[in-house]
């Protein structure tokens, strides 16, 4: 099989798995079960919709994740039904889903439907300094937002153990990550001790966040179940294994 891991855009990723199972096996009546744990982003929505499209392919079993990296009709409003660039996004991709009003999934409901509940449950009830971190991003990102207001979502790398490091130096280190120059304000501490004393606001309100999660990341599932089941085949969605061991942890199986 290709590697398609590189390949950003869901109509590149059809042509490569289309490509993968009619020019690599050219045998007639061949049939193919198409699996993807873990498969990222839009991949695995590109996987119910060739399993849809694609004769040979008999049975599908996905198992996603990374639904913030999902191609949406949010993200390309003018695309997608109206061009007949039926690639263009992959939710929502059943009609029903699309006919109701508000069915928009934005970037942030989306990145949060991939927290882990069971393993923030142990964190809370733990009460380590793990807890004080989401306090110790927020203010970074507010930093960020006001010294570099271009930059809309940015891509904070992991500080080592930067729970157990003072506040300013893990500034220091998350803007050597970013490759970014550290604004002079940074001096001033005092301006930031307000925001960090309230870091008890930020875990309840990230605790709410992961709340929801759940019911995010089923309506993004169910949606993939409401797609199949228009075009007529029995599908499954199910819990394969148990979420303390990852929480993307639901299969969706089909078969013709």
């Given amino acids: 099989m290709h590697n398609i891991t590189s390949i950003g855009r869901s109509c590149s990723i059809m042509q490569c798995l289309k490509s993968a199972i009619f020019k690599e096996n050219p045998v007639k009546n061949e049939r193919f ?5 873990h498969a990222c982003g839009d991949l695995s929505a590109t996987m119910v919709k060739l399993f849809a499209e694609c004769h040979e392919v008999t049975a599908v079993v996905s198992v996603a994740c990374c639904y913030m990296k999902i191609t949406t009709d949010l993200d390309q409003p003018q695309m997608g039904r109206m061009n007949n660039q039926e ?9 029903f889903v699309q006919k109701l009003p508000d069915h928009c999934l934005p970037y942030k409901s989306r990145e949060a439907s991939c927290h882990a509940l069971e393993d923030y449950k142990l964190r809370l009830e733990e009460n380590t300094n793990h807890l ?3 306090c110790y991003r927020a203010v970074l990102e507010s930093m960020i937002r006001e010294s570099y207001p271009e930059i809309i979502r940015p891509p904070v790398q992991t500080v080592k153990k930067a729970y157990d490091l003072p506040f300013l130096e893990y500034v220091k280190l998350a803007f050597v990550k970013l490759n970014l120059e550290l604004p002079n304000e940074i001096s001033d501490s005092s301006r930031f001790e307000s925001m960090l004393s309230r870091w008890q606001q930020v875990v309840t309100y990230y605790t709410i966040s992961v709340m929801v999660a759940s019911v995010v ?3 993004i599932l169910l949606d993939r179940m409401l797609f199949l089941e228009e075009n007529n085949f029995e599908c499954e969605l199910s819990a394969t294994f148990e979420p303390t061991l990852s929480p993307r942890c639901f ?3 089909a078969h013709k």
Wanted: charged fraction near 20%; avoid cysteine; aromatic fraction near 8%.
């Fill in 217 to 219: 990341e089923m309506i």
């Fill in 132 to 134: 004080k971190m989401h």
């Fill in 87 to 95: 690639d263009s996004y992959r939710y929502p991709l059943s009609e």
């Fill in 251 to 253: 299969s969706i199986t």
């Fill in 33 to 37: 079960l198409l699996t993807g744990l």
